[in-house]
């Protein structure tokens, strides 16, 4: 089955600078690939989405790459900000509804 | 737009007992997933309904279950409960079966075992 992982565990950075979250997956089939951001006492929040069939995709400072030979994505937010401090888990999807998560990164944005 | 409700919050039981944790999907989603996320560990898939029907199940024993009822809400059951099952669980819900779709959670059921 597919297997996510999740590189780093934690990231701290300062505020304005830029936080990137690799992840990497192993079923080929894999085709949807979700990026969720949970904060403390909450449920994940979906904050951006990219399909195999695009290589890049931006909302605002927020933006996701995928690499289907190599099998990795990649979060990178730029400009950070306090309130983007959170739990940031990677996913993936090989079309049978079958999310497989990776174990989350925590960002720490400091002021 | 409301989103993804579970309830109850917490819910504290003791080994053996049987839990019922329960789900109402965004207002128009007929697919529900249930997850289970573990003290600082990522969500790992229990279940998946759409249509009243089971479409798909993770890695887990038998005595997790659930069903969906005809408004789309569902519940999960967990049966003879284990120090172990101590967990958030996430209640998550989609447009519908194609492959896919967006999951939208809800803030989940903090289940604790004395």
């Known amino acids: 089955g597919e297997n996510v992982e999740q590189h780093p565990s934690t990231l701290s950075v300062q505020e304005g600078d830029s936080a990137v979250i690799k992840c990497t997956y192993s079923d080929s089939a894999s085709n949807y690939f979700p990026w969720y951001k949970q904060e403390l006492g909450k449920g994940p929040q979906l904050i951006i989405d990219i399909r195999s069939n695009v290589g890049e995709k931006k909302d605002q400072r927020i933006a996701v790459t995928l690499n289907k030979t190599a099998k990795h994505f990649s979060l990178h937010i730029t400009e950070t900000q306090p309130e983007d401090s959170a739990v940031y888990f990677c996913?993936?999807?090989?079309?049978?509804?079958?999310?497989?998560f990776g174990a989350g990164t925590r960002l720490t944005v400091k002021p | 737009e409301a989103g993804v409700t579970q309830s109850p919050t917490h819910l504290i039981k003791t080994r053996g007992q049987q839990a019922t944790l329960r789900c109402s999907p965004i207002?128009?989603?007929?697919?529900v997933y249930w997850y289970q996320q573990a003290l600082g560990l990522g969500l790992q898939f229990l279940l998946w309904y759409d249509e009243g029907e089971e479409r798909n199940r993770g890695n887990f024993p038998p005595r997790f279950s659930g069903r969906q009822f005809p408004n789309y809400s569902s519940e999960l059951n967990v049966n003879a409960l284990e120090l172990e099952d101590s967990a958030l669980y996430l209640c998550?819900?989609?447009?519908?079966?194609?492959?896919?779709?967006?999951?939208?959670f809800g803030d989940g059921t903090r289940l604790s075992i004395l």
């Open positions: 996913a993936a999807s090989n079309g049978n509804n079958d999310m497989r």
């Open positions: 998550a819900s989609s447009l519908g079966p194609a492959s896919n779709q967006p999951q939208h």
């Open positions: 207002s128009g989603h007929t697919s």
